[in-house]
């Protein structure tokens, strides 16, 4: 088993799978407290995580109502969590490059689909762990600024 | 790319991960719609899914509370997605032989912590699907009911 990571390490590993992964999984809440889940393909532009889904889904719906989120990213054993603010977006409100972006990493176009929203992330709370041994030593950022 | 699998298929797949897999993605929520997500081991007894986390983790809260989860077994690309009733029972509560069986599966042992409680998720609702072209035909569980 390796050692824990120090939180330097984590930080890389965590702005590594931003930069290059292609799905993560999307946690959301009605107001009232009904709890949803998918996976969903993404980009990140360095500041945001930008996901699209349409307005009516149980995620849009609860994205726009709370403005809350939170992304596992990676695997069950080798996560970062992210809390986030979020942010909703017409369809057509991204720049062309911004949307070419999303669509080659994401390996779809929501640009055509009227019923899709973007929506873009903030992170305001990264935690990275391995297995039980990471547990301590995970959070990476609070309220949006990076303790590592 | 294969073709859409059939419902039957999804089924046994979906059951396959349940009897072996060792981790999944619990995502709750607060009475006043704050997500959470967190990986959790768990085990399976053919009816139910046992997890077990302190009752003062922001899953135990919110599970307690709302008795609402949602979960993803297995990849993002290849999920199944079950929503389940929550039953919040005494970290002593369970027989020893299910207390083993969790435990050999999940390869951590909870009955010692007595901040802990174990959390049964009776299945209502089940969905499967790998990629877009097999959102049709997800639906293979509602009311607690097989589909297929």
Redesign the interface.
């Known amino acids: 088993m390796e050692s824990p990571r120090p939180g330097a390490q984590r930080r890389r590993d965590t702005e590594h799978r931003l930069a290059h992964d292609v799905?993560?999984?999307v946690?959301?809440?009605?107001?009232?407290?009904?709890?949803?889940?998918?996976?969903l393909s993404f980009d990140w532009d360095g500041e945001a995580l930008l996901i699209a889904t349409p307005a009516n889904s149980p995620t849009g719906r609860?994205l726009a109502?709370?403005r809350?989120?939170?992304?596992?990213l990676g695997?069950?054993?080798d996560?970062s969590?992210i809390e986030g603010d979020v942010e909703v977006l017409e369809i057509d409100a991204l720049s062309q490059e911004q949307g070419d972006r999303f669509a080659q990493r994401a390996g779809?176009d929501p640009r055509p689909l009227t019923a899709y929203r973007w929506f873009r992330i903030t992170p305001r709370r990264i935690q990275a762990w391995r297995e039980?041994d990471e547990l301590a030593g995970r959070g990476l950022m609070r309220d949006g600024r990076w303790l590592v």
């Open positions: 799905d993560l999984w946690a959301s809440a009605s107001a009232d407290g009904v709890p949803h889940l998918v996976p609860n109502a709370t809350n989120v939170r992304i596992g695997e069950t054993r996560v969590m779809f039980v």
